[in-house]
Structure formats: C-alpha cells, structure tokens
C-alpha cells in the first residue's frame, strides 16, 4: 500500500512537469515527450502493482 501511495505521488509530479514543460516547449518537444514516456512508465508500474 505504502508503494502505490509512493507511486502516486511520483506519477502527479511527472504529471505536473510534463504540463509546465508543454507550456513552455510546446506538446511535441523532445523534453515533453521523454516527460510523457516517463509518466507512462510510471502509470505502468501503477497499474501492475
């Protein structure tokens, strides 16, 4: 349980980033995008938990 809340917390950070650096770089940039691959990875470990 302790993990997943762990999780959660490092997937609304990644969320977070990823929406400041779109704002400041535009969707298709390469720092958004890397962002987006690492929020999924993230939402992966999530699910599979």
Known sequence: M????ILLEKIEK??????ELSKQYGLTSTP???SSKRLD???NQ???A
């Open 14 to 19: 990644c969320r977070l980033e990823m929406l």
């Open 32 to 34: 958004v995008v890397q």
């Open 2 to 5: 302790a993990h997943q809340s």
């Open 41 to 43: 990875d993230l939402l």
């Open 46 to 48: 999530y699910e599979n």
